[in-house]
């Protein structure tokens, strides 16, 4: 299991391991579009260009990548096992949604603005160059918005653009994320504060 530095964590990631062990591999195969192996009883999933192999009934995790993020943090855990849960295949149109303009987004907004938001801000913008590194080492793609922006593979088909300006005398740094206008359908607004806060992470001990 992973090293748990907030205790509150182990509740809910029990609660989901517990709802997995119920779960129909076949059904979330299909339905997830991610590849289940019946004799070894794992599902092969990618978060964040390394890919993971999860073992069902009883959860535990694993990859090739030695130091990939999800072996240690159990919110990136708790999220494949909840895309498993309740996530479904789907294409989207090529669309960059902001976050409150996707269901439930103004309910969950402050969370997701501090979460995420204010944190690339004050976390990457004083450290562009740290943090173009980083994206870079990530193979994410580079844009031509803010002072530093880029797009990141979450999971294959989902996408997430953030974009940051360094901030100058006047104004303190700032930061937007954008999410593919997929992923409505297969993570609720409190996944994608994860995804937000999981990139943020991952991004951070690149640097």
């Known amino acids: 299991m992973a090293n748990v530095e907030n205790h509150k964590e182990l509740v809910p990631f029990e609660h989901y391991t517990d709802l997995f062990e119920k779960l129909d591999p076949i059904e979330a195969s299909e339905r997830c579009g991610v590849r289940y192996d019946a004799e070894r009883q794992t599902f092969t999933l990618r978060l964040l260009y390394v890919d993971y192999e999860i073992t069902w009934p009883r959860f535990s995790i694993r990859s090739v990548v030695k130091d990939g993020f999800a072996l240690f943090n159990l919110p990136a855990q708790m999220l494949l096992i909840r895309f ?121 001990r690149r640097m």
């Open 84 to 204: 498993l849960l309740e996530g479904r295949r789907s294409v989207g149109t090529g669309a960059f949604l902001p976050y409150r303009e996707m269901p439930w987004g103004e309910v969950y907004l402050k969370p997701f603005t501090g979460r995420c938001l204010n944190r690339a801000a004050f976390t990457f913008g004083p450290r562009l160059e740290a943090f173009k590194t980083a994206a870079a080492r990530m193979s994410a793609i580079p844009l031509d918005k803010g002072d530093a922006s880029f797009q990141f593979e979450i999971m294959p088909g989902y996408e997430v653009r953030l974009i940051v300006w360094e901030g100058d005398d006047e104004f303190p740094p700032n930061s937007q994320m954008l999410f593919s206008d997929n992923f409505p359908k297969a993570f609720s607004a409190e996944d994608r504060t994860v995804v937000g806060d999981i990139l943020i992470s991952d991004l951070k």
